[in-house]
């Protein structure tokens, strides 16, 4: 292996270990963002989303802009997708996500702190995934992209900008500022948030850790004769690929996203067991069980179809502004609401 594909094995396990702990220690995760903010009253965590995500644009923008990182190479920069199949995998995604109490990157995390409950979640996820991205659904995924994409000339904010005249730099300088000023003032307009040390913490973290995953596939992962994926956080597809890999190692590459799911589910042990958090749970009845795992079904097919998850798309592709994420985030956004709120609202079950 060589040694730049080694560099980002290694950076990917540093950068899972850190969102791990992090994740641990600050809960942060759209799912409780959005149950704090519609069901509970508590808006702090949904402002921590907020910040990450404007740290991750600024910081993934000053990369690209300064030449270091090619976000063009990113699947969510492509010319020719499907808003449709986008949309939809989102509102199937952010379902299951309620369905599940907490997405793939959440369950990793929570696994590492002994949640028996969420070892079943990331089983069905990575199952559900590879079927839909080699499996048994994959045709019909297929045949549902072919009949609705369309090829765009814009397909991001910058970009948009540039049918208007403006250079492309200054399109994407534009772009960038005037999203991110507009998540910070939201993030930072709530008193309880500016008085949440941690929870600020976790937001410019988790951010940062978007960029660096750019960086480290996009910069240090750029050899011209053993390329990586240029890629970030994101979860749906790796979790599908680490289990394929713990089965079936020979002959399989070790790559960023394997890495960093390993390093999630390390982090949050080692954080859980050094701050005395470990604490093994499990399902209160079948009835739970089975509601958890048809959302980790629904958050596997969801999250393909979306092209990410809830950290994929609603951070990772939003740090590329790309129109798509936008379109699966709405979905992501839609579906987790119609599971809080509505006549679709999943009603609560208790916990063991």
Not at 112 to 127: C, P, Q, Y
Not at 137 to 162: M, Y
Not at 171 to 190: E, G, K, N
Not at 240 to 269: E, I, R
């Amino acid at each position: 292996m060589e040694s730049s594909a080694q560099l980002v094995i290694l950076a990917g396990l540093a950068i899972g270990l850190i969102y791990g702990a992090v994740g641990l220690l600050s809960g942060f995760c759209l799912m409780s963002s959005m149950r704090g903010w519609l069901a509970e009253g508590d808006r702090r965590l949904v402002r921590t989303y907020a910040l990450a995500i404007a740290v991750a644009i600024a910081a993934s923008q000053f990369l690209a802009g300064s030449g270091m990182v090619d976000l063009g190479r990113a699947i969510y920069l492509q010319q020719t997708f499907s808003v449709p199949v986008l949309f939809l995998g989102g509102l199937l995604f952010g379902y299951g996500m309620v369905l599940s109490n907490g997405c793939g990157s959440r369950a990793l995390v929570l696994l590492g702190r002994g949640n028996l409950r969420s070892f079943v979640v990331v089983i069905v996820l990575a199952i559900a995934a590879q079927m839909t991205l080699k499996g048994l659904i994959a045709p019909a995924r297929i045949a549902l992209v072919q009949a609705s994409q369309t090829t765009v000339s814009v397909n991001s904010l910058p970009s948009l900008l540039v049918v208007f005249g403006l250079a492309e730099s200054l399109s994407r300088a534009l772009a960038a500022a005037a999203t991110v000023v507009a998540l910070i003032l939201f993030a930072f307009a709530q008193p309880a948030f500016r008085r949440s040390p941690g929870q600020i913490a976790a937001g410019v973290i988790v951010g940062l850790l978007v960029a660096g995953g750019w960086y480290v596939t996009g910069y240090l992962g750029a050899d011209d004769f053993n390329p990586v994926p240029v890629t970030s956080l994101t979860f749906i597809a790796p979790i599908a690929d680490a289990l394929q890999y713990a089965m079936l190692s020979t002959g399989l590459t070790l790559n960023f996203g394997v890495a960093t799911v390993v390093g999630v589910f390390a982090g949050s042990l080692a954080t859980a067991l050094a701050t005395g958090r470990f604490k093994l749970e499990g399902y209160s009845s079948p009835r739970h069980m089975l509601r958890s795992g048809a959302g980790a079904a629904l958050m596997g097919v969801g999250g393909v179809m979306a092209f990410g998850c809830s950290i994929g798309q609603g951070l990772t592709g939003l740090s590329t502004l790309a129109l798509g994420s936008f379109v699966a985030l709405a979905g992501i956004l839609l579906g987790t609401t119609a599971g809080l709120r509505g006549s679709l609202r999943v009603q609560p079950l208790a916990v063991a």
